[in-house]
């Protein structure tokens, strides 16, 4: 069955350094990849959605990579700061093209030390 | 303000008493879904729901169940809970699927007894 690996549960960064965390996933290629950011006791919030035919996308600090033939994202924060700590989730449809089913990895805890 | 919103926030209950958690967007989505979060297992979807009255399960279903009566609510009941129901539960809607951004409410931490 597909499986959804964020390879750190936890990394630890020095303030303005980049962070870089990784999704992979098994089997099939999923259409698109999305990337979100949990804070403690709080819902997720979406950060980032690239789809299968885009290599790279950015957003602001933010840079999401998608690599279908490694069956792997990379999520890059730049010029991390300590507001950046916060748990990250990658998500993606785990059942195949066209099903409603959305499926999280559990995260990687960044903490980004001053 | 486009928000999703859960009642109640907490909630402590006893084993066996049914109970509702209330999911409402004021975003006209059409895709709502229900998630628990367990400490180690990560975000696990229960149920969601394509449009009014289309509902299916995710991943762990099992002891809940949901109704779409209306485009702006999607309820989760329990009807007999159980203490391993016990969980943080988050409620999620998008304008149409999964390629749409997922816009989560601010959940309900649940305690069975």
């Known amino acids: 069955s597909q499986k959804i690996e964020q390879n750190s549960e936890a990394l630890n960064i020095q303030e303005g350094k980049t962070a870089t965390l990784t999704c992979n996933y098994t089997?099939?290629?999923?259409?698109?990849l999305q990337w979100y950011r949990q804070d403690p006791g709080r819902g997720p919030v979406f950060l980032l959605l690239?789809?299968?035919?885009?290599k790279e996308k950015r957003k602001e600090r933010l840079k999401v990579t998608f690599d279908t033939t490694l069956k792997q994202s990379l999520f890059h924060i730049t010029a991390s700061q300590p507001a950046d700590s916060a748990t990250y989730l990658c998500?993606?449809?785990?059942?195949?093209?066209?099903?409603?089913?959305?499926?999280f990895g559990k995260g990687t805890k960044l903490s980004v030390i001053p | 303000e486009a928000q999703v919103t859960q009642n109640p926030r907490y909630l402590i209950t006893v084993t066996g008493k049914k109970l509702t958690v209330t999911c409402s967007q004021n975003?006209?989505?059409?895709?709502m879904s229900w998630y628990r979060q367990d400490p180690g297992l990560g975000l696990r979807q229960i149920y969601y729901?394509?449009?009014?009255?289309?509902?299916d399960k995710g991943d762990v279903p099992e002891g809940y169940k949901v109704s779409r009566k209306e485009k702006r609510n999607f309820p989760l009941i329990l009807e007999s809970p159980s203490p391993n129901q016990t969980s943080l539960y988050f409620c999620?809607?998008?304008?149409?699927?999964?390629?749409?951004?997922?816009?989560f409410g601010p959940g309900t931490r649940l305690t069975v007894l």
């Open positions: 999620a809607s998008s304008l149409q699927g999964l390629s749409d951004t997922q816009y």
């Open positions: 089997n099939y290629s999923p259409a698109y």
């Open positions: 690239i789809r299968e035919n885009e």
């Open positions: 998500a993606l449809d785990i059942t195949g093209a066209g099903s409603y089913q959305l499926t």
């Open positions: 975003m006209n989505h059409e895709y």
């Open positions: 729901s394509m449009n009014v009255e289309v509902t």
